[in-house]
């Protein structure tokens, strides 16, 4: 037998989504000439995961998910081997085993590894017709299917499971989902927004159960119907489940790499091992309203600690801001952001203060003045700025009044903070506009 | 690159800036008709503040660091290496707003007709953005900077 190809390359990328292409980016920004290699178990050119809801109706093809350019690994002289499945790493040798059985030498190692979806114990889910919902796989598979299905369900009410909800239910679909606790979205949002969002399914056709669970896949070879806790069981001919994803850290097992639920991650996205990082689902980094690590799967804190622990694998130190759970969200025409916690665990140590009028909402949650969860609903133009005040940890206690306020905008906020944000130019690289005469004529050409 | 500031001891809050912005991304280029024959009417992409004495306008600060390029789900945003301007790809575009959840300054509109964020271009088909070229007191200046690594 022929001894197994071993590549070289500085700086290998587990993962090829929003933190993989990320820390590729801010390394190339830096390092142009340091072999860079990224690996991934799907064959695809990075695309936007969140974009398989308007695949699955059709709003996008495959070309118009792509999250990079075709030309981006050539242009960034990157070696991609997409559809690659790497099997184990020797991390005291520096290396990473391909399932083709080729060897991988690296000298700094990002895992962007991501998150698998979390299985239930649920009886029949290995039958046909049954899928999860976070990648273009799932989405192409379901798509297959749809046209041919009249009723689906869908598993979990969370982030995930209502995109599924929204995508196929605009395909025509007649469409039940099943949330556990007592409402949907109950991770991100308050109880009035949850309401908000579920009444605006409802209005769409959408049927929303929850304080119940699928107790049963009922079904011969394909699933024909789901048996909940209460008895009652729904047909349907495709089942989604969308309970949530965890951390892929199976290549990290038994290493002595530090995982919590996460792989633990310090402020340069670094791991406790040497030339080794972490970054996005499979990461626990640092949570700027918690003020501690955790997981925070979201796109944007993927691509940010990505670029983070790009730039430090390349010797360019770089702190990571911390993020938090965040998301601003679109169903059916109902703009949603949220941020933080939604919904204070002690009511008394906590203030809420929350502005409801026809269509808008909008909720803020303060722990000594300092802003820690928002929901805004319908109205979001000015939510960035909240936002910015919650990220900074701004004591709000001297303008709070203003800040739910129809006019709010950065002029509410005390001068010293509109004044730094507006930014103030030098003299010298002021352009000197022609006279007005001259302007004019300008302007009539 | 191309920076836009207000000095907001002069800013009379007149508002013309943002009728100048909408003009000049309208498809007839002209005041008029922009406002009220074009449907749909063409979005300013720079607001007006306004609280008792105090007002000034604010647009697309053409971040260094963008944290709206970083945040983008669909790589519809992006800061040009060359021109260090935060450009949006309408087509790109799918409406999620976190740009906006993101943005400290408020600076992004909603397109709600084309599903897409509607922003500062710094007028790319003018040699100094027609908000800074129209502004009656010159509360807003143009400057040339280095783009920072």
């Known amino acids: 037998m022929a001894k197994a190809r071993t590549l070289k390359t500085k700086y290998l990328i587990i993962g090829n989504s929003a933190g993989g292409i990320g820390a590729a980016e801010a390394i190339r920004e830096v390092d142009k000439a340091g072999s860079i290699t990224i690996v991934s178990d799907e064959p695809y050119h990075c695309y936007s995961r969140p974009l398989i809801a308007k695949y699955l109706t059709g709003e996008r093809t495959f070309e118009g998910m792509l999250f990079r350019p075709l030309d981006f690994y050539e242009q960034n002289a990157i070696d991609a081997r997409l559809g690659h499945t790497v099997t184990g790493l020797g991390l005291d040798k520096r290396t990473a085993a391909l399932e083709s059985g080729e060897r991988i030498t690296w000298e700094r190692l990002l895992i962007a590894s991501g998150g698998v979806p979390i299985v239930p114990d649920t009886t029949g889910l290995d039958k046909r017709g049954v899928f999860n919902f976070i990648s273009l796989d799932d989405a192409r598979a379901i798509s297959e299917l749809v046209d041919s299905a009249t009723k689906a369900v869908v598993i979990g009410g969370g982030l995930i499971g209502i995109s599924a909800t929204e995508a196929l239910s605009k395909r025509g679909l007649e469409v039940t989902v099943v949330e556990m606790k007592d409402r949907i979205l109950n991770t991100i949002l308050d109880e009035e927004a949850s309401r908000m969002a579920a009444e605006t399914l409802e209005n769409a056709g959408i049927r929303v159960i929850t304080d119940n669970t699928v107790a049963e896949i009922m079904g011969k070879d394909w699933v024909s119907s789901v048996v909940l806790s209460d008895g009652e069981e729904i047909p349907c001919s495709l089942l989604v489940v969308a309970i949530g994803v965890l951390p892929r850290i199976d290549l990290v097992q038994g290493a002595d790499i530090k995982v919590n639920r996460g792989i633990v991650v310090d402020r340069t996205m670094a791991t406790n091992y040497p030339d080794v990082y972490a970054c996005g689902d499979v990461s626990e980094a640092y949570d700027f309203v918690l003020d501690t690590n955790r997981l925070t799967p979201i796109w944007p804190n993927a691509h940010i600690g990505g670029r983070v622990a790009g730039y430090n694998m390349a010797g360019v130190r770089t702190e990571y801001p911390g993020g938090t759970a965040m998301n601003s969200l679109n169903y059916f025409g109902l703009d949603i952001a949220a941020a933080g916690i939604a919904t204070p665990p002690e009511k008394n140590v906590y203030e809420c203060v929350s502005r409801r009028e026809d269509g808008t909402y909008k909720k803020l949650v303060m722990k000594d003045d300092i802003i820690l969860g928002m929901v805004c609903i319908g109205d979001i133009e000015k939510s960035g700025i909240l936002y910015s005040l919650m990220k900074d940890r701004v004591n709000v206690r001297k303008f709070k009044g203003a800040l739910l306020a129809d006019n709010f905008g950065l002029v509410s906020l005390p001068r010293r903070l509109w004044r730094e944000r507006l930014g103030a130019p030098q003299p010298e690289q002021v352009v000197e506009l022609p006279e007005e005469e001259e302007m004019e004529d300008v302007m009539d050409e | ?149």
């Open chain 2, 1 to 149: 690159m191309k920076k836009i500031y207000v000095r907001e001891e002069v800013c009379m809050g007149c508002g013309l800036c943002r009728v100048y912005c909408q003009t000049e991304h309208s498809r007839s280029k002209d005041i008029i008709k922009a406002f009220k024959r074009e449907t749909p009417r063409p979005l300013p992409r720079i607001r007006v503040e306004r609280n008792g004495e105090t007002c000034f306008s604010i647009q697309c600060r053409h971040c260094d660091e963008p944290v709206c390029v970083y945040s983008c789900l669909t790589g519809a945003m992006r800061k040009d290496p060359a021109s260090g301007t935060v450009t949006i790809d309408a087509d790109r575009c799918t409406g999620c707003w976190t740009c906006i959840l993101v943005c400290p300054y408020g600076a992004l509109t909603r397109d709600e007709n084309r599903k897409a964020v509607a922003k500062c271009d710094l007028c790319p088909d003018q040699e100094v953005p027609v908000c800074v070229a129209n502004c009656p007191n010159e509360a807003l200046v143009l400057t040339i900077e280095e783009i920072a690594h």
